[in-house]
């Protein structure tokens, strides 16, 4: 587990504003020698965070950052969010601000984690989530549901609707759909969704609700990415995308989203998944624990599940991994 001290969390506050700043003036803020500034800077580069060193301007963040601001959130939440949020963590470093809810008790409601680094943030079927420090947002919020979990079905296709009206909110208007819960631009990820089941009690789910959004993804961090991939920034052509702004309109859209999945299941969100689909009518082969399906994407159901039309006839899939062939077929969606 990455570790920092006050010190070096203190550095990356001073550097967040992407100025230069010589090692003279940095060691007078942090009050120590300009030696020490420099041992300070090092553990930063774990953290995929790069740092120019000019001679004779000093040290600058390669680009600057808007730190993520609890404070600010919290205020700016509706007061409909606020009454189901309990507790509100923003972290500098975690492993997984999935895995940091769960320690906190299986059986909570409404607390929410931020955090600026995931040294192993968790993608779904066991894959890696690309976390470097100050970049995207990492989101992960618990809560209660009045019902046991064969009634969530079609949850985390509700959270992704919910993650693209947010983003819709704030200016990106074309983003879609993939089954079964990730966010895509011209067929570049730009989010997903994980969600995790933390206790069942009578009548009643504990679930732990974690969402990646790339935001001005580091350049070095591309290469580690698997798959086309893309950032908020690049869809802005490079312009700022406040962090703090979408985490406020993120946390109202899917506590909204919640509260309405609770009461009414997946029903309201059905239309509106159908019109964000990006598989729907598309070739596609679907890999589950090793066996493949082939097929023509036909939507999904009012459950959530995917439907798939084969040779053999209409299939619905419940979890399993899905990629586009590009062969020719009819459009009924
Ligand atoms: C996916 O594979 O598409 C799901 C990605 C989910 C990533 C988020 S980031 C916040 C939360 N914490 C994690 O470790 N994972 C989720």
């Known amino acids: 587990m990455v570790s920092l001290s006050p010190k070096s969390l203190q550095l990356i506050d001073i550097l967040a504003d992407g100025r230069f700043y010589s090692g003279a003036v940095l060691g007078e803020k942090l009050g120590v020698t300009r030696g020490a500034v420099w041992k300070l800077l090092k553990p930063l580069q774990d953290l995929d965070l790069e740092i120019h060193a000019v001679r004779g301007k000093g040290y600058q963040l390669s680009m600057a950052m808007e730190l993520l601001d609890g404070q600010f959130i919290l205020g700016a939440l509706s007061s409909a969010s606020r009454v189901n949020v309990s507790k509100i963590d923003v972290l500098s470093l975690v492993d997984s601000t999935n895995e940091y809810l769960k320690r906190q008790s299986p059986k909570k409601s409404g607390q929410l984690c931020l955090a600026e680094f995931q040294s192993h943030g968790k993608g ?183 439907l798939i039309e084969t040779t053999q006839g209409r299939h619905k899939i419940v979890s399993g991994e899905v990629s586009i062939r590009s062969v020719s077929h009819d459009t009924v969606c």
Not at 189 to 204: C, H, P, Q, R, W
Not at 250 to 270: A, H, M, R
């Open 124 to 306: 779904r079927r066991g894959r890696n989530w690309v976390s470097p420090f100050g970049a995207n947002l990492y989101l992960s919020m618990s809560w209660r549901f009045n019902k046991g979990i064969a009634g969530i079905n079609g949850l985390s296709a509700a959270v992704a609707l919910c993650l693209v009206e947010a983003l819709e909110q704030v200016g990106f208007k074309q983003i879609v759909l993939k089954w079964p819960n990730d966010l895509f631009w011209e067929n570049r990820k730009l989010g997903g969704v994980l969600i995790e089941i933390t206790a069942e009690v009578v009548d009643s789910c504990f679930v732990i609700i974690g969402m990646g959004i790339n935001v001005r993804m580091p350049v070095a961090a591309w290469r580690t990415i698997d798959q086309p991939a893309v950032d908020l920034a690049t869809l802005r052509h490079g312009g700022h995308v406040s962090r703090n702004q979408l985490a406020v309109r993120i946390i109202n859209q899917l506590i909204k989203g919640l509260i309405l999945f609770d009461q009414q299941g997946f029903t309201p969100f059905y239309p509106l998944w159908l019109s964000r689909d990006m598989l729907c009518d598309q070739a596609v082969t679907v890999e589950n624990a090793g066996v493949l399906i082939q097929g023509i994407a036909r939507g999904i159901d009012q459950n959530g599940a995917l």
